[in-house]
């Protein structure tokens, strides 16, 4: 029997996960100056620089200002064919390093006086009635916590419509790059009845590359299958590779997310915020994160706040079923995208701040048969 330890007080808020949604609305919780208690449990022992975020952001925003690298313009292209320049005014490609983020965080978390506890694996979750405890949170080291709220950040779901799976690696070079402000977010587009797969790249410094082969499909692949694509492509483009100094991986949900049921909230990856036709989330996320620290503190509700319109969901969700009826159209549809939508119209789009007319343009360039096929097809997923 594990020995208990147990935490009579009851928190106003538990967080479980300190990722990046579970952080983000810690963190506009203390921007607002809410002073309840709050505790955040994550099973990671120590926040490390375990990936990258990028996004679009407008050029004065904060998450602009936070941002390590920026690009003012991207390439998309298809193997062996159309290759379409976006240049950005408004917006910039930015990209955090996570250990920005969270140090970030942690020190806006700190000064609202809440709680981080690393190395706490949630085991279980019970809604009690107990008051004023509602919650019980039991780990696997046998501590226990009450709470009044809680909400899931912990990016446990069980299966998806659509995935995107990735193998990223940062090298140093030996010959720096003669141009190197440069980004290549979908280039080599190539599909396949497996999905679409192509090469996301963004140069980092005159001699820093992070090089990262990307698969959007409906079947879970092992992303160490994608790792050969990096040598292959720096051979390609003559880059002589030094030194790995650092990997990112992953597989995840895009489209809707089966995350089971429960009688308090989820929130991040598990609860859809990955956009369903880009799977960017990061500054959704942050958008969910001030909308929900808001509704908490003026309501003392904490319900599920969907930053996507209703209209977007619906349409991102005809795309991913396109994509899934037929996967050999995925690369042409994705650079048709970018065609229709020249600059900032683009990084609109991706940014979630897409415009009537943006979304005219899209609709008017996709290839019309497969999506009225979808939109009438019985039995979809779309609501
Ligand atoms: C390598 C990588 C790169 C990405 N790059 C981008 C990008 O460039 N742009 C973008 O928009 N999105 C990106 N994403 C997608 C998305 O933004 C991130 O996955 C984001 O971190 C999801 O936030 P989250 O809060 O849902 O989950 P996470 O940030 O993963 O947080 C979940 C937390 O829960 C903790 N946890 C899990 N289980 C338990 C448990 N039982 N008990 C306690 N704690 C637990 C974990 O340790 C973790 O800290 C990337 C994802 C990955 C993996």
Redesign the pocket.
């Known amino acids: 029997m594990p020995t208990k330890t147990l935490l009579q007080e009851t928190q106003d808020l538990l967080i ?9 609305l810690a963190r506009e919780l203390a921007l607002r100056g809410y002073r309840g208690k709050v505790v955040l ?4 022992t120590a926040f490390s620089n ?6 679009w952001a407008k050029k004065e925003s904060r998450w602009h200002q936070l941002a390590e690298h920026y690009w003012d313009s991207c390439e998309i292209s298809l193997r062996g064919g159309h290759r379409q320049q976006c240049d950005f005014h408004a917006y910039d490609y930015c ?1 955090l390093p ?1 250990d920005t983020f969270y140090q970030d965080a942690c020190s806006l978390i700190d000064l609202g006086g809440y709680t981080v506890e690393l190395g ?4 279980t979750i019970e809604a009690i009635d107990d008051p004023p405890a509602k919650f019980k949170v039991t ?2 080291g046998g501590k226990i916590f009450f709470a009044k709220q809680l909400i899931e ?4 779901y069980q299966s998806a419509d659509y995935y995107q799976v ?1 193998y ?1 690696e940062e090298w140093l070079l030996h010959e720096p790059l003669p141009d190197w402000r440069r980004a290549g977010l979908m280039t080599e587009l190539v599909s396949d009845e497996g999905g679409t797969e192509f090469i996301y790249w963004l140069a980092l410094a005159p001699d820093r590359v992070l090089v990262e082969p990307t698969r959007f499909t409906q079947h879970i692949v092992d992303p160490e299958i994608l790792q050969t694509k990096i040598e292959i492509w720096m051979t390609q483009y003559g880059l002589a590779p030094a030194q790995c100094i650092r990997h ?3 597989v ?1 949900p895009m489209g809707r997310v089966n995350s089971g049921h429960t009688s308090w909230p989820r ?5 859809g ?3 369903a036709s880009s ?7 942050q958008h969910w994160a001030a909308a929900t620290a808001e509704q908490w503190i003026r309501t003392g509700r904490l319900e599920t706040v969907d930053t996507y319109h209703p209209s977007v969901r619906f349409l991102d969700a005809l795309f991913i079923k396109v994509l899934i009826n037929q996967p050999r159209l995925g690369g042409d549809i994705l650079s048709q995208v970018a065609r229709a939508l020249p600059d900032d119209g683009f990084a609109r789009f991706m940014a979630g701040e897409a415009s009537v007319k943006d979304w005219l343009n899209v609709i008017m360039a996709m290839p019309k048969i497969p999506f009225i096929q979808a939109l009438c097809q019985p039995r979809g997923f779309i609501n």
């Open positions: 479980v996960g300190a990722g990046c949604s579970g952080l983000s449990l994550d099973q990671r375990d990936k990258t975020w990028s996004y990209s996570a706490q694996t949630v085991q780990t696997t950040c912990n990016a446990r990735f990223g990112e991986a992953g995840l929130a991040g990856l598990a609860a915020a990955l956009r799977g960017y989330g990061f500054l959704a996320m």
